[in-house]
């Protein structure tokens, strides 16, 4: 397993305990013993801790852009699964320096970890959400980099 996915797939374990315990584990610490119990040693530790502590930061925005993205899914009726899932896809998709976590690279490393640990169809469901999320964002990009081509002109 690759160094960055065996993290991810840790930083997932490390959430849904927390989610599962209503947010009220320290979320360090959870982070803490799941790193040292399945990914000792790993390359890149602070790659663990850059997920994480994106995620807690910019949790009340990533939820809200969940709820935009899948409407018809209240956040509480997706799977604790599914929505950490979801949240580290958007944390990468929306906060992540693009140059070191593409975007494409941020869907298909939440795409895989859904298949591994969804249900069904939650491959699915997670391409659905982030690929409306990516595409959403990419439409704001452009309109952003129009106006600034625009307003250059004048």
Known sequence: M????????????????????????????ILERNMEEFAPGVDEPEFAWKILQGVAVHLKDIDETMRRAAPEW???????????????????????DPDEVPPKVAINESIELAKNYGGPNAARFVNGVLGSVYRDTAARHAEERAKNEEAAKK
């Open 74 to 96: 209240p956040i509480e009726k997706i799977a604790i699964i599914d929505r950490n899932i979801l949240r580290i896809g958007l944390y990468e998709l929306m906060y992540a």
């Open 2 to 29: 690759a160094t960055r996915h065996l993290i991810r797939t840790v930083v997932l374990q490390s959430l849904y305990e927390w989610d599962f315990y209503n947010k009220k584990k320290d979320i360090t610490e």
